[in-house]
């Protein structure tokens, strides 16, 4: 586990010392293939048993299906990055310096996210995750471009994600004061022993508790009304950092939520914290579908598009039972595979075309049919329909709905998704349709680095649209093995 | 042996004082003295810090308020002021509403919280009132940076959550693991230093230190 | 020998013809196809009369999904009509893709809406039909917007949408369905449909007419329909229109006949009306419509209505509990799918070909072209006799059966099925008079008469693997036509599966409906036309004897010559209809006149007119604007100033605290 | 023998057409061409060559003879003097509607095969006048057949005394306006005009000549006595033998003689009394008609009779 969070630091270290060379990019893809290498025997252990280390590190079924998102998407976006830099530096747009910091933060940026994943403690969760919020915030502002816009982006980015992550520790904090009321002598963070005595804890202190904590990870998660943040970020990011900030970035900030949850529920009872979630959930969806109907600006409608998702996720937690959950976790999978590849996707649409207005963008399909095609794919995903991915977590999700009876849950959720539906679709079809006359910065696609660039973005859209028909076994019995740590053993 | 009575009656003094200091931010005109009610209001905080550690005799609480002390009471402040000066920023808060109202406001969110955390929920320990004065020492300091117009005023609102934070974070645990506390301060520090970054670039890239002109990126 | 081999093989020639067509040599890829639609046609003949145990396919993957294929005889049924239109289809598309642009993309996609279409109509849990379902919609959602042009865009996204919201339906019934079951396997469900309450019931059953009537293009829903279908590869369009609309015929009876079995009396009479006004003003805007894709795409809403009257009558029946009754209205319900499909995909792929030599669809620019394509020409002309329900032809059988089943309605005991199913009666028959007018100007103006642009002028006759793909289907239109006895023994097995009597006693080439004791023998009809023309020639030459044809000139009333533009146009043509329908048309039209000198010498007389699309301009419209305007307002909530974000985490925070805790 | 009574309608049919003629140049006080004259124009018909437009393709050529045999199909299946007919299975009302559809179909066809725009007009009219009086004639025929219990012609000729309730005489009288609309007389149409602007039916034949024109007027005349023999046995349906013996046959042609020659005056007293409609003045005929047959429908299902 240590070597699994010493590699990336490593890594950052070497990318920062190459001083920009060209070649820091396949150092850094190499880096994110050896920590995924380092880490295959360890996540396969925890997917059958929690593993602890060293008292403040814990890894389980649910830590290591988030990790492995994190190691995926880590080398997806560095293998991405390759080129993606090397066409920022052609056009002018970064320099050395902004290469060496691009690819140290990004380094950094995946230690933070992996680290978040293993805190067994609850406040150095909460550190990794203020962590991530800073590092990220550089990558946005600072990293190397410093277009006002971008700091704009990344000042609202951290000024909110602090402010609200400060109540998160008030909750940790407090969470520790009540272990002190049950255990006598003094308090605990270890997650795994709050677990022990979660039935033991008083309801009402934990009650204020998830209060604290859904406020201060849930702005973190994006989920509306907290979200505001997001979209610019978002927009303003570079397309592989944007990848990773909505691709798994929003999922780290929600696992902190379903670890609470799962100290939270047994005292407090699940009606509580589902119909806070299930509210949240649906504030998100609502905001977002309508934002996402009258949005102008692609990168924009992909991060409404981000917080819609995560509110579906927080519904699916929310409406509880172990199908449900099955349900949240399959949809943080298959949101995390298709909202990155859109990103992707968008980056060369915007390097493309140079700009991220909808109406300056025409005729994708006909002038990059490559890629048009993989935006096609991937939108369509996105706006939830079959045969792709993301239709089958949902209806899972609608299923555990129908089968508690939340008849309205059910209602507004078939609105809002459709809405949404509407939305992205007529967004994307006036990208991918009709001949554009504006002339076009052009997009070089030479290089080995266009080539990799392209076989992950296929790559990405194979599983889209194979997880939308077919979902194998061990990733099954990975998501139910995070099922059984949110609702302890004994399921399934 | 220590008189309980008497240190309750001095923790509560400290930590009302902390309020204060927090709600006096509101009335404050200029930045430096902002910046002064910060000091202050850090000052407290090492001070009850120790009270605590003096209490129940944990070492590495007097470590902490010492930490504390420093970071907070002296770095910090020093780091502001030089930020307030190289920014030229005319040194009014300029608020968004008047400091009667924002001070009423703030008095509104003590009640609020005095009669939203109800009874029950902290039952032993001598920080019964304490949790209530950082919370709503959290909020005021959020209220300042929704009021206030400067970017370097936010992060003084930020600083001043943070305090509220800290000061929830000793009174109930007592101190939690050194490595933590470190981490968190860390983490702050961090912050608020990337923060002081950020004000500068948004002062070059936007010609002000007005937060208003940061409304390029909508809907 | 098993069905399930069949199957089998059958998707994996479909899938080999979707591979190929990366290579894109079409002849191979479409013989594949065709292949391909044989041995699915296999699949139905057994599901039809080997029952549903024939066929049971199970591959499970996941805890959340798991597909199972199968069917009875319902899906048997819809599986051989939609074979029947792919084998065609498939002749087709080797000529007509030919000189495509991407050629290759066209083959794959064409596969896979095939298959969905199949797997549709097959599939035996609800997350697989949904799966499939929506598969089908967004496979043919790209063949819309296949060629890429902003208005084939602009009509896929409306298509798209639209369907989608029916699926949001779909959906949201299969749930309540699921709900009061606890299992996703339609047979389960439909085993313990019975202790679902009533009023629930109501629900799906109002759900399963938006969602499927949506797909099927029932009026008012049917707007995506005139758009998508000309927008689409003819080709497709005859897929389309023949039978993916019919998959919402399919779903229709599967909830509301099958699974839910009778309801009251109330939703019969709703089926029919809806038929009744979806027949008459499909037809009405056909009459309207001079882009032929267009013209057929608003008959295909009118033969939809068509099928619901006869559904309608059955689901009257079968409240009633007149089985046999409801088993004839529900056979002539299921062979005008048939039929439809067999016309309506010979109409459309004859406008291709019009289209593909001509490369026009305004008929207005074409004429004359029976004697530059006369075999097109033929086929048009047989599909139109056809689809006007004119006896030899198919249409005909099932719009009689139609008739027959509207007037046995009067056996039902309440009032108001008494009188609506007459009624529905003389809407079917101004449907069929309407049709007929729509088709003598299709026809007339399109294929007689002189070339009316130079686009018609040098026309020439299409490939032959387009010819033979009409011609079989134009043969098939007599056959079906002739044989009902036949057709209505192969129906027989399904209506019983629904209604649980056999209904007609199938004789081979007459139907005797012994309830109205009302006889039809479409062989007769031929044989004594055939007869009687003979005689009549024969009758001729003994009183006339030889006489000689001169040709020559039209009567032109002395003008030394008459010019194409001197003809009747299609708008000419439908002018009196338009002026005496013109509440539900709102025409409206506008007149310029230039002068010389005014008022006597007129220099140019310009004339324009159009008709109101009522349902666009009234119901859509407004709808969306309600919506982007409340979005727009939502939209200042992101008012980009920190202060405000801020504010909402306080306001969010304070509410928490004080309502949550 | 009673096989071959639909003879009797294709023989007839010219000389009912002269008989109708003759009487309104009498009601009209001029003496008229003799009542036999459209045999004679038959003949010479036949006789003569023809010329075709160039413009024309086969359609053109086909539908005399589509039109002329669909026509006589239809009287195949109608009780004229037996109710022994042909086929009596299959004959059907709406079948026979529909036959005839067949023929006006291709007649339109053929208006406008010759490009002029005389016969477009004409087939423009002809199928409007068709969709206004399609829905009557059914909602006609649905009330008998619906008392009938069936939409055999036999069997709703042999349902006899039906037609003294009110639903009876509501139909025939929609029926009427029918029969007047489909055999193109005033005040729908005028079977005597040839100024283009007022013609429908002339209109489509416009460009035939010789035999074809022959087996349209004749498919003209055919298809007017099987609508009156059609309203005969619909509506008044008494005299028609069952039994073979040909005492009897030649009675019921006695009687049947008789009430096509009452048709017959009808048809001329409305033809004389009554002035050509503008053509867009018909709807409101049309429609009167139409909603006569609602009525009758309505009353019938009200009533029960």
Same mark, same amino acid.
């Given at each position: 586990?240590?070597?699994?969070?010493?590699?990336?630091?490593?890594?950052?270290?070497?990318?920062?010392?190459?001083?920009?060379?060209?070649?820091?990019?396949?150092?850094?893809?190499?880096?994110?293939?050896?920590?995924?290498?380092?880490?295959?025997?360890?996540?396969?252990?925890?997917?059958?048993?929690?593993?602890?280390?060293?008292?403040?590190?814990?890894?389980?079924?649910?830590?290591?299906?988030?990790?492995? /998102?994190?190691?995926?998407?880590?080398?997806?976006?560095?293998?991405?990055?390759?080129?993606?830099?090397?066409?920022?530096?052609?056009?002018?747009?970064?320099?050395?310096?902004?290469?060496?910091?691009?690819?140290?933060?990004?380094?950094?940026?995946?230690?933070?996210?992996?680290?978040?994943?293993?805190?067994?403690?609850?406040?150095?969760?909460?550190?990794?995750?203020?962590?991530?919020?800073?590092?990220?915030?550089?990558?946005?502002?600072?990293?190397?471009?410093?277009?006002?816009?971008?700091?704009?982006?990344?000042?609202?980015?951290?000024?909110?994600?602090?402010?609200?992550?400060?109540?998160?520790?008030?909750?940790?904090?407090?969470? *520790?004061?009540?272990?002190?009321?049950?255990?006598?002598?003094?308090?605990?963070?270890?997650?795994?022993?709050?677990?022990?005595?979660?039935?033991?804890?008083?309801?009402?202190?934990?009650?204020?508790?998830?209060?604290?904590?859904?406020?201060?990870?849930?702005?973190?998660?994006?989920?509306?009304?907290?979200?505001?943040?997001?979209?610019?970020?978002?927009?303003?990011?570079?397309?592989?950092?944007?990848?990773?900030?909505?691709?798994?970035?929003?999922?780290?900030?929600?696992?902190?939520?379903?670890?609470? /949850?799962?100290?939270?529920?047994?005292?407090?009872?699940?009606?509580?914290?589902?119909?806070?979630?299930?509210?949240?959930?649906?504030?998100?969806?609502?905001?977002?579908?309508?934002?996402?109907?009258?949005?102008?600006?692609?990168?924009?409608?992909?991060?409404?598009?981000?917080?819609?998702?995560?509110?579906?996720?927080?519904?699916?937690?929310?409406?509880?039972?172990?199908?449900? /959950? *099955?349900?949240?976790?399959?949809?943080?999978?298959?949101?995390?595979?298709?909202?990155?590849?859109?990103?992707?996707?968008?980056?060369?649409?915007?390097?493309?075309?140079?700009?991220?207005?909808?109406?300056?963008?025409?005729?994708?399909?006909?002038?990059?049919?490559? /890629?048009?095609?993989?935006?096609?794919?991937?939108?369509?995903?996105?706006?939830?329909?079959?045969?792709?991915?993301?239709?089958?977590?949902?209806?899972?999700?609608?299923?555990?709905?129908?089968?508690?009876?939340?008849?309205?849950?059910?209602?507004?959720?078939?609105?809002?998704?459709?809405?949404?539906?509407?939305?992205?679709?007529?967004?994307?079809?006036?990208?991918?349709?009709?001949?554009?006359?504006?002339?076009?910065?052009?997009?070089?696609?030479?290089?080995?680095?266009?080539?990799?660039?392209?076989?992950?973005?296929?790559?990405?859209?194979?599983?889209?649209?194979?997880?939308?028909?077919?979902?194998?076994?061990?990733?099954?019995?990975?998501?139910?093995?995070?099922?059984?740590?949110?609702?302890?053993?004994?399921?399934? | 042996?220590?008189?309980?009575?008497?240190?309750?009656?001095?923790?509560?003094?400290?930590?009302?004082?902390?309020?204060?200091?927090?709600?006096?931010?509101?009335?404050?005109?200029?930045? &430096?003295?902002?910046?002064?009610?910060?000091?202050?209001?850090?000052?407290?905080?090492?001070?009850?810090?120790?009270?605590?550690?003096?209490?129940?005799?944990?070492?590495?609480?007097?470590?902490?308020?010492?930490?504390?002390?420093?970071?907070?009471?002296?770095?910090?402040?020093?780091?502001?002021?030089?930020?307030?000066?190289?920014?030229?920023?005319?040194?009014?808060?300029?608020?968004?509403?008047?400091?009667?109202?924002?001070?009423? +406001?703030?008095?509104?969110?003590?009640?609020?919280?005095?009669?939203?955390?109800?009874?029950?929920?902290?039952? =032993?320990?001598?920080?019964?009132?304490?949790?209530?004065?950082?919370?709503?020492?959290?909020?005021?300091?959020?209220?300042?940076? +929704?009021?206030?117009?400067?970017?370097?005023?936010?992060?003084?609102?930020?600083?001043?959550?943070?305090?509220?934070?800290?000061?929830?974070?000793?009174?109930? =645990?007592?101190?939690?693991?050194?490595?933590? &506390?470190?981490?968190?301060?860390?983490?702050?520090?961090?912050?608020?230093?990337?923060?002081?970054?950020?004000?500068?670039?948004?002062?070059?890239?936007?010609?002000?230190?007005?937060?208003?002109?940061?409304?390029?990126?909508?809907? | 020998?098993?069905?399930?081999?069949?199957?089998?093989?059958?998707?994996?020639?479909?899938?080999?013809?979707?591979?190929?067509?990366?290579?894109?040599?079409?002849?191979?890829?479409?013989?594949?196809?065709?292949?391909?639609?044989?041995?699915? @046609?296999?699949?139905?003949?057994?599901?039809?009369?080997?029952?549903?145990?024939?066929?049971?396919?199970?591959?499970?993957?996941?805890?959340?999904?798991?597909?199972?294929?199968?069917?009875?005889?319902?899906?048997?049924?819809?599986?051989?009509?939609?074979?029947?239109?792919?084998?065609?289809?498939?002749?087709?598309?080797?000529?007509?893709?030919?000189?495509?642009?991407?050629?290759?993309?066209?083959?794959?996609?064409?596969?896979?809406?095939?298959?969905?279409?199949?797997?549709?109509?097959?599939?035996?849990?609800?997350?697989?039909?949904?799966?499939?379902?929506?598969?089908?919609?967004?496979?043919?959602?790209?063949?819309?917007?296949?060629?890429?042009?902003?208005?084939?865009?602009?009509?896929?996204?409306?298509?798209?949408?639209?369907?989608?919201?029916?699926?949001?339906?779909?959906?949201?019934?299969?749930?309540?369905?699921?709900?009061?079951?606890?299992?996703?396997?339609?047979?389960?469900?439909?085993?313990?449909?019975?202790?679902?309450?009533?009023?629930?019931?109501?629900?799906?059953?109002?759900?399963?007419?938006?969602?499927?009537?949506?797909?099927?293009?029932?009026?008012?829903?049917?707007?995506?329909?005139?758009?998508?279908?000309?927008?689409?590869?003819?080709?497709?369009?005859?897929?389309?229109?023949?039978?993916?609309?019919?998959?919402?015929?399919?779903?229709?009876?599967?909830?509301?006949?099958?699974?839910?079995?009778?309801?009251?009396?109330?939703?019969?009479?709703?089926?029919?009306?809806?038929?009744?006004?979806?027949?008459?003003?499909?037809?009405?805007?056909?009459?309207?419509?001079?882009?032929?894709?267009?013209?057929?795409?608003?008959?295909?809403?009118?033969?939809?209505?068509?099928?619901?009257?006869?559904?309608?009558?059955?689901?009257?029946?079968?409240?009633?509990?007149?089985?046999?009754?409801?088993?004839?209205?529900?056979?002539?319900?299921?062979?005008?799918?048939?039929?439809?499909?067999?016309?309506?995909?010979?109409?459309?792929?004859?406008?291709?070909?019009?289209?593909?030599?001509?490369?026009?669809?305004?008929?207005?620019?074409?004429?004359?072209?029976?004697?530059?394509?006369?075999?097109?020409?033929?086929?048009?002309?047989?599909?139109?006799?056809?689809?006007?329900?004119?006896?030899?032809?198919?249409?005909?059988?099932?719009?009689?059966?139609?008739?027959?089943?509207?007037?046995?309605?009067?056996?039902?005991?309440?009032?108001?099925?008494?009188?609506?199913?007459?009624?529905?009666?003389?809407?079917?028959?101004?449907?069929?008079?309407?049709?007929?007018?729509?088709?003598?100007?299709?026809?007339?103006?399109?294929?007689?008469?002189?070339?009316?642009?130079?686009?018609?002028?040098?026309?020439?006759?299409?490939?032959?693997?387009?010819?033979?793909?009409?011609?079989?289907?134009?043969?098939?239109?007599?056959?079906?036509?002739?044989?009902?006895?036949?057709?209505?023994?192969?129906?027989?097995?399904?209506?019983?599966?629904?209604?649980?009597?056999?209904?007609?006693?199938?004789?081979?080439?007459?139907?005797?409906?012994?309830?109205?004791?009302?006889?039809?023998?479409?062989?007769?009809?031929?044989?004594?036309?055939?007869?009687?023309?003979? @005689?009549?020639?024969?009758?001729?030459?003994?009183?006339?004897?030889?006489?000689?044809?001169?040709?020559?000139?039209?009567?032109?009333?002395?003008?030394?010559?008459?010019?194409?533009?001197?003809?009747?146009?299609?708008?000419?043509?439908?002018?009196?209809?338009?002026?005496?329908?013109?509440?539900?048309?709102?025409?409206?039209?506008?007149?310029?006149?230039?002068?010389?000198?005014?008022?006597?010498?007129?220099?140019?007389?310009?004339?324009?007119?159009?008709?109101?699309?009522?349902?666009?301009?009234?119901?859509?419209?407004?709808?969306?604007?309600?919506?982007?305007?409340?979005?727009?307002?939502?939209?200042?909530?992101?008012?980009?100033?920190?202060?405000?974000?801020?504010?909402?985490?306080?306001?969010?925070?304070?509410?928490?605290?004080?309502?949550?805790? | 023998?009673?096989?071959?009574?639909?003879?009797?309608? %294709?023989?007839?049919?010219?000389?009912?057409?002269?008989? %109708?003629?003759?009487?309104?140049?009498?009601?009209?006080?001029?003496?008229?061409?003799?009542?036999?004259?459209?045999?004679?124009?038959?003949?010479?018909?036949?006789?003569?060559?023809?010329?075709?437009?160039?413009?024309?393709?086969?359609?053109?050529?086909?539908?005399?003879?589509?039109?002329?045999?669909?026509?006589?199909?239809?009287?195949?299946?109608?009780?004229?003097?037996?109710?022994?007919?042909?086929?009596?299975?299959?004959?059907?009302?709406?079948?026979?509607?529909?036959?005839?559809?067949?023929?006006?179909?291709?007649?339109?066809?053929?208006?406008?095969?010759?490009?002029?725009?005389?016969?477009?007009?004409?087939?423009?009219?002809?199928?409007?006048?068709?969709?206004?009086?399609?829905?009557?004639?059914?909602?006609?025929?649905?009330?008998?057949?619906?008392?009938?219990?069936?939409?055999?012609?036999?069997?709703?000729?042999?349902?006899?005394?039906?037609?003294?309730?009110?639903?009876?005489?509501?139909?025939?009288?929609?029926?009427?306006?029918?029969?007047?609309?489909?055999?193109?007389? %005033?005040?729908?149409?005028?079977?005597?005009?040839?100024?283009?602007?007022?013609?429908?039916?002339?209109?489509?034949?416009?460009?035939?000549?010789?035999?074809?024109?022959?087996?349209?007027?004749?498919?003209?005349?055919?298809?007017?006595?099987?609508?009156?023999?059609?309203?005969?046995?619909?509506?008044?349906?008494?005299?028609?033998?069952?039994?073979?013996?040909?005492?009897?046959?030649?009675?019921?042609?006695?009687?049947?003689?008789?009430?096509?020659?009452?048709?017959?005056?009808?048809?001329?007293?409305?033809?004389?009394?009554?002035?050509?409609?503008?053509?867009?003045?018909?709807?409101?005929?049309?429609?009167?008609?139409?909603?006569?047959?609602?009525?009758?429908?309505?009353?019938?299902?009200?009533?029960?009779?």
């Amino acid at each position: 586990m240590i070597t699994i969070l010493l590699i990336p630091v490593v890594t950052a270290i070497i990318c920062y010392l190459l001083k920009g060379h060209r070649l820091t990019g396949y150092v850094s893809m190499a880096g994110s293939l050896l920590l995924a290498l380092a880490s295959i025997p360890v996540i396969r252990d925890a997917f059958s048993s929690g593993i602890s280390e060293a008292g403040l590190l814990y890894m389980d079924g649910l830590s290591a299906y988030i990790m492995s /998102l994190v190691i995926f998407l880590g080398i997806a976006s560095a293998i991405y990055s390759i080129h993606y830099i090397d066409h920022e530096l052609h056009v002018g747009l970064i320099d050395k310096d902004g290469i060496r910091r691009y690819y140290g933060l990004f380094h950094l940026f995946v230690f933070t996210m992996l680290l978040v994943t293993v805190s067994n403690n609850l406040a150095l969760m909460w550190i990794a995750i203020e962590a991530t919020t800073i590092v990220s915030a550089v990558l946005i502002g600072l990293g190397y471009t410093k277009r006002p816009m971008a700091i704009e982006a990344a000042w609202k980015y951290i000024i909110l994600c602090t402010v609200g992550i400060t109540f998160a520790l008030l909750g940790t904090f407090i969470t *520790y004061y009540a272990s002190i009321s049950v255990r006598g002598t003094e308090g605990i963070l270890n997650w795994t022993e709050l677990r022990k005595v979660a039935p033991g804890l008083n309801p009402s202190t934990m009650k204020l508790v998830f209060i604290f904590v859904l406020v201060g990870y849930g702005t973190k998660a994006g989920l509306a009304p907290l979200h505001n943040w997001l979209p610019d970020a978002h927009s303003e990011a570079p397309s592989p950092i944007s990848a990773l900030l909505s691709g798994i970035l929003l999922n780290t900030a929600f696992y902190g939520i379903m670890r609470f /949850l799962s100290i939270v529920e047994p005292s407090t009872g699940s009606l509580f914290t589902g119909n806070l979630l299930i509210l949240f959930g649906l504030i998100s969806m609502g905001i977002s579908s309508v934002f996402i109907l009258v949005q102008e600006n692609y990168k924009r409608l992909l991060a409404y598009s981000s917080i819609e998702h995560m509110g579906i996720i927080s519904l699916g937690t929310g409406i509880g039972g172990p199908f449900a /959950l *099955y349900g949240a976790l399959l949809h943080i999978l298959n949101h995390s595979i298709a909202k990155p590849l859109m990103f992707f996707a968008s980056g060369m649409i915007q390097a493309h075309y140079g700009s991220t207005r909808i109406d300056r963008v025409k005729g994708v399909l006909s002038r990059l049919p490559f /890629l048009g095609t993989l935006t096609f794919l991937g939108a369509l995903s996105l706006a939830g329909s079959p045969p792709f991915n993301i239709f089958i977590s949902e209806f899972t999700i609608l299923k555990a709905g129908a089968d508690k009876g939340l008849w309205p849950v059910v209602g507004a959720f078939l609105v809002f998704v459709v809405v949404v539906f509407y939305g992205i679709l007529s967004g994307f079809s006036r990208i991918l349709f009709g001949n554009s006359e504006t002339e076009t910065q052009g997009l070089r696609i030479e290089g080995s680095g266009a080539v990799l660039q392209r076989i992950v973005m296929f790559v990405m859209a194979a599983v889209v649209l194979i997880l939308g028909i077919w979902i194998p076994d061990f990733i099954d019995s990975a998501i139910w093995s995070g099922v059984r740590s949110i609702l302890g053993e004994g399921v399934r | 042996m220590k008189n309980w009575i008497e240190v309750f009656s001095i923790v509560d003094f400290v930590s009302v004082g902390i309020l204060l200091t927090a709600v006096a931010l509101n009335g404050m005109r200029r930045l &430096e003295s902002s910046v002064k009610a910060y000091a202050v209001n850090s000052w407290l905080l090492s001070a009850l810090i120790g009270i605590v550690a003096f209490m129940i005799g944990e070492f590495h609480l007097y470590a902490a308020s010492l930490v504390t002390f420093i970071s907070k009471g002296v770095v910090i402040p020093i780091f502001l002021r030089k930020i307030v000066r190289e920014m030229k920023v005319t040194h009014e808060v300029e608020p968004y509403i008047s400091n009667a109202l924002s001070l009423t +406001i703030s008095g509104l969110l003590v009640a609020i919280v005095y009669a939203s955390l109800k009874e029950g929920i902290f039952i =032993t320990g001598f920080s019964r009132n304490v949790l209530q004065i950082s919370l709503a020492v959290i909020l005021i300091g959020l209220f300042t940076m +929704i009021t206030r117009r400067k970017a370097i005023t936010q992060v003084i609102g930020l600083l001043f959550m943070e305090n509220g934070l800290f000061l929830a974070g000793f009174s109930l =645990t007592y101190g939690m693991p050194m490595i933590i &506390e470190l981490g968190v301060l860390f983490d702050m520090l961090m912050g608020i230093i990337i923060l002081g970054i950020f004000a500068v670039q948004i002062k070059r890239a936007f010609a002000s230190s007005d937060l208003d002109k940061l409304t390029i990126l909508k809907g | 020998m098993n069905s399930e081999l069949f199957l089998t093989a059958g998707v994996v020639f479909f899938f080999l013809a979707s591979l190929v067509s990366i290579l894109r040599p079409n002849l191979i890829v479409y013989l594949f196809s065709a292949s391909g639609s044989i041995l699915f @046609a296999i699949v139905g003949l057994y599901l039809l009369f080997a029952g549903p145990q024939s066929l049971d396919i199970k591959l499970i993957s996941g805890s959340a999904l798991e597909f199972s294929f199968g069917g009875d005889a319902l899906s048997g049924l819809f599986v051989i009509i939609i074979s029947i239109l792919v084998f065609a289809v498939s002749l087709y598309s080797i000529g007509y893709t030919s000189d495509m642009k991407n050629k290759g993309l066209m083959g794959l996609l064409f596969n896979l809406f095939v298959l969905s279409m199949y797997g549709v109509v097959l599939s035996k849990n609800i997350i697989t039909f949904l799966i499939l379902w929506e598969t089908m919609s967004i496979v043919s959602y790209f063949l819309v917007t296949f060629e890429g042009e902003h208005k084939s865009a602009k009509a896929g996204l409306v298509y798209a949408v639209m369907t989608h919201i029916g699926t949001a339906f779909i959906i949201a019934l299969f749930l309540l369905l699921y709900s009061y079951s606890r299992s996703m396997e339609l047979s389960t469900i439909k085993a313990t449909a019975s202790n679902i309450p009533q009023d629930v019931k109501d629900i799906i059953f109002i759900f399963s007419i938006i969602g499927f009537g949506t797909k099927a293009g029932v009026v008012p829903i049917h707007t995506w329909l005139p758009r998508a279908h000309p927008a689409a590869p003819s080709n497709i369009s005859a897929l389309m229109s023949g039978v993916m609309i019919k998959t919402g015929i399919y779903g229709f009876l599967r909830v509301s006949m099958d699974i839910l079995g009778s309801g009251p009396e109330w939703w019969g009479i709703t089926i029919l009306i809806i038929g009744a006004v979806s027949s008459v003003l499909g037809v009405m805007y056909a009459l309207m419509e001079h882009d032929m894709k267009r013209l057929l795409a608003y008959h295909s809403v009118e033969n939809i209505g068509i099928i619901l009257l006869g559904i309608g009558a059955a689901m009257l029946f079968k409240t009633s509990g007149l089985y046999t009754l409801s088993s004839i209205a529900l056979i002539a319900g299921l062979y005008h799918v048939l039929n439809h499909a067999v016309f309506k995909g010979l109409l459309f792929m004859g406008a291709g070909a019009v289209l593909h030599a001509t490369h026009v669809k305004d008929m207005e620019e074409l004429g004359g072209l029976l004697k530059k394509m006369p075999y097109t020409g033929l086929f048009f002309l047989i599909g139109s006799i056809s689809i006007c329900a004119l006896p030899p032809f198919n249409g005909f059988v099932s719009e009689w059966l139609t008739y027959q089943s509207l007037l046995l309605g009067f056996k039902n005991p309440s009032i108001t099925a008494k009188l609506l199913s007459p009624l529905g009666g003389a809407a079917l028959a101004l449907t069929g008079a309407l049709a007929a007018a729509c088709f003598v100007k299709a026809f007339g103006i399109s294929f007689l008469g002189m070339p009316r642009s130079s686009h018609a002028e040098d026309a020439h006759e299409v490939s032959i693997s387009m010819i033979s793909g009409m011609a079989i289907l134009a043969s098939l239109c007599l056959i079906l036509g002739i044989f009902p006895g036949t057709v209505t023994g192969v129906i027989a097995p399904v209506s019983f599966l629904i209604t649980g009597s056999y209904g007609i006693p199938s004789y081979q080439g007459l139907i005797f409906i012994s309830e109205s004791s009302a006889g039809l023998s479409p062989q007769f009809l031929l044989i004594t036309m055939v007869v009687m023309a003979i @005689a009549t020639i024969v009758f001729i030459y003994t009183v006339g004897g030889k006489r000689k044809i001169t040709f020559a000139e039209s009567w032109d009333c002395g003008i030394p010559s008459l010019t194409p533009r001197m003809q009747y146009s299609a708008t000419a043509f439908t002018k009196p209809i338009r002026n005496i329908f013109k509440r539900i048309y709102l025409p409206r039209r506008e007149l310029s006149v230039s002068y010389i000198v005014k008022p006597f010498f007129v220099k140019s007389i310009r004339y324009s007119g159009e008709i109101t699309p009522f349902f666009e301009r009234y119901l859509y419209e407004p709808v969306v604007n309600i919506i982007h305007r409340i979005a727009g307002k939502v939209r200042l909530l992101q008012s980009g100033s920190l202060h405000l974000y801020l504010g909402y985490i306080l306001v969010t925070l304070i509410l928490l605290l004080v309502f949550g805790s | 023998m009673e096989y071959l009574q639909f003879l009797l309608i %294709i023989i007839l049919s010219p000389l009912v057409n002269g008989i %109708i003629k003759k009487l309104k140049a009498n009601m009209q006080g001029r003496r008229g061409p003799g009542v036999f004259q459209p045999y004679y124009d038959l003949i010479r018909l036949f006789k003569k060559n023809m010329v075709v437009s160039n413009v024309t393709s086969w359609v053109f050529r086909v539908t005399p003879y589509v039109v002329f045999s669909s026509a006589v199909a239809a009287t195949m299946v109608v009780p004229v003097i037996s109710n022994n007919v042909a086929f009596s299975q299959m004959a059907d009302l709406i079948a026979l509607v529909y036959i005839l559809g067949l023929g006006r179909f291709f007649m339109a066809l053929g208006g406008l095969d010759a490009g002029t725009a005389f016969g477009g007009e004409g087939s423009s009219r002809e199928m409007t006048v068709a969709v206004l009086v399609e829905p009557m004639v059914m909602l006609a025929l649905f009330t008998a057949a619906i008392s009938a219990g069936s939409t055999n012609l036999v069997k709703v000729t042999g349902h006899g005394t039906a037609f003294y309730t009110p639903s009876h005489l509501l139909a025939f009288s929609a029926f009427l306006v029918a029969i007047i609309a489909e055999t193109g007389r %005033i005040p729908v149409d005028n079977p005597d005009t040839h100024l283009e602007l007022t013609m429908i039916h002339e209109g489509m034949l416009l460009e035939y000549s010789g035999r074809y024109l022959a087996l349209m007027e004749w498919a003209h005349y055919i298809k007017q006595v099987l609508l009156f023999t059609l309203a005969i046995d619909i509506f008044f349906p008494f005299g028609l033998t069952s039994s073979g013996d040909a005492l009897s046959i030649v009675i019921s042609t006695g009687i049947y003689l008789v009430k096509i020659l009452l048709m017959a005056f009808l048809m001329a007293l409305i033809e004389s009394t009554r002035a050509k409609m503008r053509f867009f003045q018909l709807p409101s005929l049309l429609g009167g008609a139409f909603v006569l047959a609602l009525l009758s429908l309505l009353s019938y299902v009200m009533m029960g009779r």
